[in-house]
């Protein structure tokens, strides 16, 4: 391959890190093309991105990026793809899904970087499952923080209730 090509390469994967704010190294290797083609759709579906790289080209692309991903870096040999999403979440839960099924048990995990956090190893999977997104814990805290207004307002309104029955009944006597 070319200088040129390399750094073209480079280039659009940089750009293609940056446009994502997780992803995940993992080794899809082993996988015939019919379950290739089968995972693809599945990312598809739920909005994850698949590239399959090569892993210097993708360390020098790691490597000039403005974050510090050296702790990835021990995590690029062999066969390596490239599963970026949006929400953090979605591509562990497709990994433990889909090698689940798969009788070759691929997808494995070899690294990510969620919610600006880096997980090594596929012994995280789980972990990485449950993480919860920035959206999902300001959801959880507001829902927190309402909870004991809503118990104080309908106490008030079922104490209301009661004595306008009580004082009915009186008015009524």
Do not use: W
Not at 134 to 139: E, G, H, Q
Not at 146 to 163: C, D
């Amino acid at each position: 391959m070319k200088k040129e090509d390399k750094s073209t390469i480079i280039e659009q994967l940089k750009s293609t890190l940056g446009k994502y704010a997780h992803f995940y190294l993992a080794d899809i290797g082993g996988l015939n093309a019919a379950e290739t083609s089968e995972l693809r759709k599945v990312c598809f579906k739920q909005n994850v991105k698949l590239v399959v790289v090569k892993n210097k080209l993708l360390r020098k692309a790691l490597e000039s990026s403005d974050v510090d991903y050296s702790e990835l870096f021990g995590s690029l040999k062999g066969e390596t793809s490239l599963m970026l999403a949006d929400t953090g979440n979605v591509p562990a839960k497709l990994i433990k899904d889909f090698s689940g099924k798969s009788k070759k048990k691929k997808p494995v995990l070899k690294a990510a970087f969620v919610e600006q956090s880096f997980y090594i190893g596929a012994e995280q999977l789980e972990n990485l499952v449950h993480v919860k997104s920035k959206n999902d814990l300001i959801a959880d805290v507001i829902a927190l923080l309402q909870s004991p207004a809503k118990n104080v307002v309908s106490a008030l309104q079922s104490g209301g209730t009661i004595i306008h029955g009580v004082l009915k009944t009186l008015a009524e006597r």
